[in-house]
């Protein structure tokens, strides 16, 4: 698991900042970081549950597009970068 993703659950889970001090003490964009790679987890472990469902993908898809946006741009990620 990369460490960033890792941070951000451990501080969810613990709900604590990954610095000592406040929020304006923590090192610039690591918060921000933090989010958006939670946000992709969680997209991805939501897909991963509900979304391959045989004969049920296209109506995943389509009731959850803003979730399916996430997952397959970083499937065409994959794809380009390997």
Known sequence: MPRLLELALECEEY???PYSGGVMEQPAGLLRKMRQVG?????????ERK???????AKW????SDIWDIVSQVNEL???YG
Do not use: D, I, M, T
């Open 61 to 64: 898809k389509k009731e959850h």
């Open 39 to 47: 946000n992709v987890y969680r997209a991805f472990r939501e897909y």
């Open 78 to 80: 994959r794809v380009k």
């Open 15 to 17: 709900q604590s900042l």
């Open 51 to 57: 979304g391959k469902v045989p004969g049920e993908s």
